[in-house]
């Protein structure tokens, strides 16, 4: 062979690496969008079931309007957060708080927690719930594929040509990790 051949076949190696590399890369940063995508439809019904929830809740709670209206805040606040994944996260954690509260108050209020359309509610958020857990867990395994793919070397030189940039994780920070697992506590 002479040294020409060589040269063309490492080109077309090359070559075929870089492109295969690339559409890794443009495949893994698609599923992400896509998981994204199904956080967002789990967040949206959660807050679409948020208000019956709060109404139902009104009926039997009227002097409870303190604790109704943190959840609606926090409803609020957490569909405007779109800022970045950090805000996001927690303005979520937020939310998850408010609802642990609500969902205290009907230890307190038997009529309430023997009602069929908040039971059924609260069944549906529960579901929601786990739905969006293991949305997040889909959305994170593919930014810890991608993240990783662009840390190895050689496909870290097609990101870095490609200027391809790493994802963030939709985690929970520590302390408020710690917080959401705490017993909600209500006091009358």
């Known amino acids: 062979m002479s040294g020409i051949s060589i040269a063309v076949i490492i080109v077309v190696v090359v070559g075929v690496y870089v492109i295969m590399t690339y559409n890794g890369f443009v495949t893994l940063r698609n599923r992400i969008k896509e998981a994204w995508s199904d956080i967002e439809v789990q967040m949206k019904r959660r807050y679409d079931l948020i208000p019956n929830l709060v109404e139902t809740v009104k009926g039997y709670a009227k002097h409870e309007s303190g604790t109704l209206e943190k959840v609606i805040q926090a409803r609020n606040m957490a569909m405007a957060a779109h800022e970045n994944m950090k805000e996001v996260a927690q303005s979520e954690n937020m939310l998850t708080g408010a609802l642990k509260s609500i969902f205290a108050l009907s230890e307190s209020y038997p009529d309430l927690k023997a009602n ?48 391809f940039e790493k994802e963030e994780f939709f985690e929970l920070d520590e302390s408020e990790a710690k917080d959401a697992e705490k017993p909600v506590s209500v006091k009358f």
């Open 116 to 163: 069929q359309n908040f039971l059924e509610l609260q069944r549906e958020l529960r579901d929601t719930e786990d739905k969006l857990q293991a949305s997040r867990r889909f959305y994170n395994g593919n930014v810890l594929a991608y993240n990783t793919k662009m840390e190895l070397f050689p496909s870290n030189a097609v990101a870095s040509m490609f200027k």
